[in-house]
């Protein structure tokens, strides 16, 4: 006897998000993650009108198709992607860790299947001085721009000697309001990325000490605010992704793999990776064009994005096939989970 469950919105607290499951006995328990989201002004240039629909489709597709499949059948709403770190407050609430696995597949100008992302972390840094006339007494006061100013060159030069894998890069977000006031207060915003997350919190302990001592040189003092979702770094689970990679030959779809570590950014994607056994795979839907331009978002809005759509729906659904058809795949695929925990 199957159940079917909708939780149409506020899963785990979260208005934007669901949560629907078509459970049928004992058995593995797969979840399509429905990613979405957009970016301002250059709207699904992340191309999220697809992701969600594939996930959404893939799992109609399987439930339909497998009307005789043990076991259940999850789609998550995920929301807010692009820095709302939707999953990050899902992951809290132990939504994830009902499943055995999770997977999605992301638009790209490339099929690859083996991707690995980098952990993020966000720190607001402001910077308090004093305010005096710039052209009458200037010595009177402490220009918090200047403190900024200092640390943001420190910390490039920092940046510079970092592992290659790390990324760090910072903008101003405050500097002042009028030439002739001394600033009395500046700000500068930093992500910092790194493919392992205490290198990435070591990074931000140097940041906070630049700054630290930049300020004290001029008098400045300073305030440190770490945004609290950060972004694990990403780790497919291979096993999971060999399976993928199979349902990608038959549908005749070719996989351009290049190095798991080249062309990367974050995800919170990668926070369900550190749950359970999770593959985020790109498809192809245009040549050139690379996430976050108004060339990619045209391309989501195109043929070959819907096409493109179809084959990470298409291989989805077949993977998930595969896992209800042979229960040794998830045992593989939990061995390789525990054992990278391990590490
Ligand atoms: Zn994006």
Not at 151 to 168: A, G, N, T, W
Not at 307 to 314: F, K, L, N
Request: a positive charge.
């Amino acid at each position: 006897m199957a159940s079917a469950n909708v939780q149409p919105s506020s899963v785990a607290g979260i208005k934007t998000s669901f949560l629907a499951t078509l459970s049928r006995g004992q058995g593995p328990k797969v979840g399509f993650l429905a990613e979405y989201d957009a970016l301002p002004g250059i709207g699904h240039a992340c191309g999220h009108n697809l992701i969600g629909v594939a996930s959404s489709a893939a799992a109609i597709a399987l439930a339909k198709g497998f009307s005789n499949f043990s076991g259940t059948i999850s789609v998550v709403g995920c929301p807010a992607e692009e820095g709302g770190g939707g999953k990050i407050l899902l992951a809290k609430k132990g939504v994830f860790h009902k499943l055995d696995c999770a997977m999605m597949a992301h638009p790209d100008c490339k099929t690859e299947v083996i991707k690995k992302m980098l952990a993020l972390i966000e720190i607001d840094i402001e910077f308090f001085g004093r305010a005096s006339h710039a052209a009458a007494e200037p010595e009177k006061g402490i220009s918090a721009l200047n403190a900024a100013v200092f640390s943001y060159q420190e910390i490039l030069k920092m940046s510079r000697i970092l592992s290659r894998d790390s990324r760090v890069h910072g903008i101003f977000t405050h500097g002042g309001s009028k030439p002739n006031i001394i600033p009395p207060y500046a700000a500068l915003k930093y992500y910092v990325r790194a493919l392992d997350m205490d290198y990435a919190r070591g990074t931000i302990q140097k940041i906070k000490d630049i700054s630290l001592k930049e300020a004290k040189k001029i008098g400045a003092k300073v305030k440190f605010t770490l945004n609290p979702l950060s972004y694990e770094p990403f780790h497919p689970n291979y096993a999971l992704a060999n399976i993928f990679k199979r349902q990608l030959k038959l549908l005749n779809v070719k996989n351009e793999q290049s190095g798991e570590t080249e062309r990367i950014g974050s995800s919170d994607v990668g926070n369900v990776g550190g749950l359970v056994p999770t593959i985020h795979p790109s498809i192809k839907i245009c040549d050139n064009a690379f996430c976050h331009t108004i060339d990619f978002a045209k391309a989501a809005l195109k043929p070959r994005g819907f096409q493109g759509m179809i084959q990470a729906a298409s291989a989805l659904a077949l993977t998930g096939y595969e896992l209800f058809s042979n229960p040794g795949h998830l045992k593989k695929m939990k061995a390789e989970f525990l054992q990278r925990k391990r590490r």
